[in-house]
């Protein structure tokens, strides 16, 4: 019962929410909003929805929609300038993590002046940051309510910001954002917030009371409406759901942690530029296997949850439910199932395994089992 739980201080989740941006960045006193985005978020019209709803408060709004998947730290560097030139005191990060992610980075470099390269790493931002107001477009990365920043660097190698400054002041969430995804994104991203879950639910090494209740709440809310949305898109009530799942897995992960899964994942998005929630669905069954042996009472507690029609015979039977369950949605949702579908080749593998072990460890320190860089190639191999 040591823990130290941080959450946002407010969630605002409303479908039809956008509408309420301005007068939910008014009370923040900010008079000149910059707003993250990415080209496709623009496209659709929420980017242009968001600055009206600015505008009609009276905030002066600017657009920056040159977000990136895997946000290389140079169009985060650029973000910045942006800001600082336009003199920017608020910050509204649109779209999915990516875009999140930059905006965190941006509200606290533009506030701070500290330089990137500074930041990463865990507790190494300096200052306060600018008010942020996070409106996510997906339901996947709780981006929105976690004090992470995941960035890519020239050498394409993941490089992360931890640090509380990087929570919001608001998340809001509008599921109507999130009825346009393409089935692909709708599937990706929900599989990678049930991932949260599943991870916060089994660290070794941080995982509390609180963060339980979350994740398990989580599971429920992703596992019971992804397949109603992939059968019908326009659900709302199964959107809102689903919105509100990833937030909760997204409190609960940052808080408990993840572990192998999203290790393993980050050389696919990396290396062979695979996004993020995918990536951690290709690896998600091997893993979860990998740590049975260990975490088999935890697992079958989960499967319980997820699968509460089903009866179980042994916590053993239970427990392989779940990984089956996790792979058979894969399967559903259409995206590529295997390693070697998105250009992953034999060759590939020690490097990745390498990359694990060395650069990410700070995951597998979390992770239920042990994990060697043999245990992650061969892993890699039940999925090549």
């Known amino acids: 019962m040591d823990f130290n739980f941080l959450a946002t201080p407010s969630i605002v989740c409303q479908s039809g929410g956008l509408a309420q941006l301005g007068s939910l960045t008014k009370g923040l006193s900010v ?19 968001a600055v009206a709803a600015l505008n009609g408060a009276g905030i002066a709004a600017e657009i920056f929609d040159k977000v ?4 290389p730290i140079a169009v985060v560097e650029a973000a910045v300038e942006a800001a600082t030139s336009f003199g920017a005191d608020g910050v509204i990060g649109l779209g999915g993590g990516s875009s999140l992610d930059t905006a965190k980075v941006v509200a606290v470099a533009v506030a701070s002046g500290q330089p990137i390269a500074d930041m990463i790493g865990v507790d190494r931002v300096r200052g306060q940051r600018l008010p942020l107001i ?6 996947g990365t709780g981006s929105e309510v976690t004090w992470v920043s995941v960035l890519t660097s020239e050498s394409h190698e993941k490089k992360a910001v931890y640090a509380p400054q990087l929570l919001p002041d608001i998340a809001l969430l509008d599921a109507k954002l999130t009825l346009g995804m393409p089935r692909s994104i709708t599937a990706a991203t929900a599989l990678d917030a049930m991932v949260h879950a599943i991870e916060a639910a089994t660290s070794r090494t941080r995982k509390n009371p609180i963060s339980d209740g979350l994740a398990d709440k989580a599971l429920v809310l992703l596992g019971q409406n992804l397949p109603r949305v992939l059968d019908t898109p326009t659900d709302l009530e199964a959107r809102e759901a689903m919105l509100l799942g990833a937030t909760l897995a997204g ?3 940052i808080n408990a942690s993840v572990g192998a899964i999203h290790a393993l994942s ?11 929630g995918h990536a951690n669905a290709l690896v998600a069954g091997p893993v979860l296997r990998f740590n049975l042996p260990v975490a088999e009472a935890e697992y079958a507690r989960l499967s319980r949850l997820l699968l509460p029609a089903r009866h179980f015979n042994s916590d053993a039977a239970a427990a392989l439910a779940l990984i089956e369950e996790m792979e058979r949605m894969l ?28 650069g990410i460890s700070r995951l597998l320190a979390t992770n239920p089992r042990d994990m060697t860089a043999d245990d992650v190639a061969s892993l890699y191999r039940e999925v090549l």
């Open 31 to 49: 008079t000149r909003a910059f707003v993250i985005t990415d080209p496709g978020i623009v496209a659709c019209g929420f980017a242009g929805e």
């Open 134 to 139: 996070q409106v996510p477009t997906t339901a």
């Open 266 to 276: 980050y050389p696919l998005g990396t290396g062979f530029h695979v996004p993020h």
């Open 331 to 358: 399967k559903a949702s259409g995206l590529k199932a295997r390693l070697s579908e998105v250009g992953v080749t034999e060759a590939a593998i020690p490097g990745m395994a390498n990359e694990v072990v060395t």
């Open 68 to 71: 990136q998947a895997d946000p």
């Open 251 to 253: 409190m609960a992960f």
